[in-house]
């Protein structure tokens, strides 16, 4: 599969069977990593791309022993844990120590959601999703994923909600208009159903 091209302060990964580009919100207080410890996150950012993943731990490893307050590298040394070895207890304890160090952070948020949902752990993918909405309202993977569990525990009225809340941050999302009509016309709502589809046909004539 070809990985989306990504700036560098964005990372392409595989979480879940989905390639996701990370974006690092700018702005936010973090503790300035040394150069040292920026130069191995970088190298960790590479190996995890190319699938290296013991390298990838190694150097960020070391990153953190250069700057144990570098808050990037713990969330992606556990993310690299998660998608990578399969640890998703490892991939908590990193992520959730990533959060201590910058709690205005939303994308580590949403990874502790996605290893979350792994463990079966619902309530608290649901809240960790929702506080990462709460910080960066224009979200779209952490709404359509909330959508998405909303929707695979029959959820249905929350589902829909969180669907109908992602499209107005973005109303040509494909993903959502297709799920949205098909949760309509589960209920019976057949003319909704038909009013969404059409949207989506629009966007994609494929549909």
Do not use: W
């Not at 879940?16 to 990370?22: K, Q």
């Not at 959601?113 to 224009?138: M, Y």
Request: hydrophobic share 40%.
């Amino acid at each position: 599969m070809k990985l989306p091209r990504c700036t560098p302060v964005r990372l392409a990964v595989m979480v879940l069977g989905v390639v996701l580009c990370v974006d690092r919100p700018t702005g936010l207080a973090q503790t300035a990593p040394t150069d040292s410890a920026k130069q191995e996150y970088e190298r960790g950012q590479k190996l995890f791309k190319d699938g290296d993943y013991a390298g990838a731990v190694a150097a960020l490893k070391k990153a953190i022993d250069s700057n144990p307050r570098f808050a990037e590298a713990h969330d992606l040394l556990g993310m690299v844990y998660f998608s990578g070895q399969k640890q998703p207890t490892e991939a908590v304890e990193e992520i959730t120590k990533a959060i201590e160090l910058n709690p205005n952070e939303p994308q580590a948020y949403y990874h502790l959601a996605l290893v979350h949902q792994t463990q079966g752990k619902l309530a608290e993918a649901e809240q960790a999703l929702k506080r990462a909405i709460e910080l960066s309202p224009r979200f779209e993977d952490a709404h359509f994923t909330l959508a998405k569990l909303y929707e695979r525990n029959r959820a249905a009225e929350k589902s829909i909600q969180a669907y109908r809340a992602l499209l107005a941050v973005k109303p040509g999302h494909q993903g959502a208009l297709y799920s949205l009509g098909y949760l309509y016309d589960s209920q019976g709502k057949g003319a909704q159903a038909r009013e969404v589809l059409e949207q989506l046909t629009k966007v994609n004539p494929r549909h």
